[in-house]
């Protein structure tokens, strides 16, 4: 069992920046791929970036792209997603996920394990 907890969330008025945290913990992180995914009220759950074991492929969402980097430290199982140049339609709750079978998938149903997710609000 893998226990993910997301932080770094909060307000920001659109053009900032916000770092976002995932840390895991309960099982080894060793090979497992990540993804971030974010749900805005009244939508579905959507796909962000995700990230490879060990981290040197990426993925991202067209509207994020140029935007938005995932990256991992491997050593503290974290995986992180800065998010620059923000817009308020980035207003969502975002989720970390961890897919034990490494695909670093766009599909929600590929991971094993998800965080309760952290509220990033982008004002406008």
């Known amino acids: 069992q893998v226990q993910l907890v997301e932080s770094g969330g909060g307000l920001v008025q659109a053009g900032g920046s916000l770092r976002l945290s995932c840390t895991a913990s309960?099982?080894?992180?060793?090979?497992?791929?990540m993804g971030w995914f974010r749900q805005a009220p009244g939508k579905e759950r959507e796909f962000v970036a995700s990230i490879n074991w060990p981290g040197w492929l990426t993925t991202y969402a067209d509207s994020v792209k140029g935007r938005f980097t995932i990256s991992r430290d491997n050593a503290k199982n974290t995986v992180f997603l800065q998010m620059n140049s923000l817009k308020p339609e980035d207003t969502a709750l975002y989720y970390c996920?961890?897919?034990?079978?490494?695909?670093?998938?766009?599909?929600?149903?590929?991971?094993?394990?998800w965080g309760q997710g952290t509220q990033v609000t982008v004002s406008s």
């Open positions: 996920a961890a897919d034990r079978n490494n695909r670093y998938s766009r599909q929600a149903f590929e991971y094993n394990y």
């Open positions: 309960g099982r080894t992180f060793s090979g497992y791929a």
